[in-house]
C-alpha cells in the first residue's frame, strides 16, 4: 500500500471519532452552565448563606444578583475603590478565579424572598 493512501485511509477512520468528540460537545457545555460549588464558599456562607440569603443583620442578599455586578463588587473590594471590613479583607484572600466563580454561584441562586431566611 503507498503512503498517500494510508493516509486517506486513517483520516476516513479518524472522522466517526471527530464527529463523536463534536457531537460530545454541547453536553459538557450544558454541564458547566449549573457553577460548580466554589472552593471559597465557605468564607462567605456565615454571612451570606450557601444560597445567598444573609443571615446577619446589615449583610446584603447575594442569591440571585447579577453575576456582572457581583464580579466588579468584589474586585473593588479586592483593588480598594470599595472599603468595607471585613469585605475589603476578605476578597483580598481571592484569586480572580475565586471571584468568577463565587460571582457565578451566587447569581445561580434563586434569590431572596421576604419571609424566608431572616
Ligand atoms: C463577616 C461577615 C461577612 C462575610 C464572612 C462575607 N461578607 Fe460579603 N458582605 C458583608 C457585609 C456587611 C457587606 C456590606 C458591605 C458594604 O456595605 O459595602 C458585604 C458585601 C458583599 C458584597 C457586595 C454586595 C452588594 O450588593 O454590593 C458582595 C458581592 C459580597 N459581600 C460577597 C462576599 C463573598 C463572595 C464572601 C466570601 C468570600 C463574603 N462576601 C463574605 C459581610 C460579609
Not at 486517506?8 to 460537545?25: E, I
Not at 469585605?87 to 463565587?102: C, G, R, V, W, Y
Request: charged share 15%; hydrophobic share 40%; glycine share 8%.
Amino acid at each position: 500500500m503507498n503512503t498517500p493512501l494510508l493516509v486517506l485511509m486513517s483520516c476516513l477512520l479518524l472522522l466517526p471519532a471527530l464527529a463523536a468528540a463534536q457531537a460530545a460537545a454541547p453536553a459538557s457545555a450544558q454541564a458547566t452552565a449549573a457553577p460548580a460549588r466554589p472552593s471559597k464558599l465557605g468564607l462567605c456562607s456565615a454571612c451570606h448563606g450557601v444560597d445567598g440569603t444573609s443571615r446577619t443583620p446589615g449583610t446584603p442578599h447575594l442569591g440571585g444578583q447579577d453575576r456582572v455586578y457581583l464580579e466588579r463588587a468584589l474586585s473593588d473590594y479586592r483593588s480598594g475603590k470599595r472599603q468595607h471590613v471585613p469585605m475589603t479583607s476578605l476578597a483580598n484572600a481571592l484569586q480572580p478565579k475565586d471571584i468568577e466563580a463565587l460571582a457565578a454561584w451566587y447569581a445561580a441562586q434563586p434569590g431572596f424572598k421576604r419571609g424566608t431566611g431572616r
